[in-house]
């Protein structure tokens, strides 16, 4: 859900407020009652009641038991199925983290970014058989991510900005940084070396190499990370790490706007074309 944006007036108030209720459930709130979604709304509670059965009908949202509460039902899965087949690139995308997980050992991440946000779009991890979830979906701030430092050292200057002010920098860890002048000195050294690092920023044990992908205009419209418990990712190894990656990117550039943050600048462009004439 996009922050800080007026209602255009040609939105419909009924699809709007289903969207936030959606919106109401997070990984740390998966379950919530209709009291709960009321008050995060504002709304009142006979409204909200018939807008969850409208989407408890479609399967969007289910009830549990013994509780009554809700949460988000299957038919969301079988969107974010539906999603992942519509973007070809994905599976493009597979040998080389392929590739990348046997030179190295570690977990590989394939991320782009979305409203500001890094949005994750698969992994190897270097165990399959201790993790079994899927981590597509997931977004995190890009401050504290070695993905989102690689896309966000090579975005515009007022689209930093942007995100910025919008999404502020929070704190992960102790590590993360919080201060922008920081922020803008790291970002300046990742563009004069290609690649970013992660010093436990997000996840405290964890550290990472991260290099984007970069589209024939040089905009970054995705990244992949190397990732790793802190013993096993020593400094003298990044160097090589950075270059299985950049090689990595630069095989995967031509591709590179098919890749959602691709999308959503192409689409921009072409509005702002057409607006022009």
């Not at 201060?179 to 790291?186: A, E, M, P, S, V």
């Not at 024939?216 to 990656?245: C, K, N, R, W």
Request: charged share 20%.
């Amino acid at each position: 859900m996009k922050k800080n944006d007026l209602a255009p007036p040609w939105q419909v108030k009924s699809v709007t407020k289903a969207i936030h209720i959606l919106s109401c459930f997070t990984p740390d709130t998966p379950e919530l009652s209709l009291a709960d979604i009321s008050k995060k709304l504002g709304l009142p509670k006979s409204t909200v009641l018939n807008l969850l059965r409208t989407l408890e009908y479609y399967g969007y949202i289910i009830r549990t038991a013994p509780s009554m509460n809700y949460r988000l039902g299957y038919s969301i899965m079988q969107l974010n199925y539906c999603t992942q087949m519509s973007m070809p690139v994905l599976r493009f995308t597979l040998p080389f983290l392929e590739d990348l997980q046997l030179k190295t050992g570690k977990t590989i991440y394939l991320t782009t970014h979305v409203n500001g946000r890094v949005l994750y779009l698969d992994v190897f991890h270097q165990n399959r058989r201790m993790y079994s979830y899927s981590i597509s979906g997931k977004t995190l701030p890009m401050h504290c991510t070695g993905c989102g430092k690689a896309m966000l050292a090579f975005l515009p200057p007022e689209e930093i900005e942007h995100i910025l002010n919008t999404e502020g920098l929070p704190a992960s860890t102790p590590n993360t940084i919080t201060d922008r002048n920081t922020l803008y000195q790291q970002l300046e050294e990742i563009r004069a070396r290609g690649y970013s690092i992660d010093y436990e920023e997000e996840t405290l044990g964890v550290r990472c190499v991260a290099a984007p992908i970069r589209n024939a205009q040089g905009y970054p419209t995705a990244a992949i990370s190397i990732s790793g418990a802190v013993l096993s990712m020593q400094e003298d190894q990044f160097f090589q790490y950075a270059d299985f990656l950049t090689n990595a990117c630069r095989a995967l550039s031509s591709n590179a706007n098919e890749f959602p943050a691709g999308q959503m600048l192409l689409l921009k462009q072409l509005k702002e074309s057409s607006e022009e004439e």
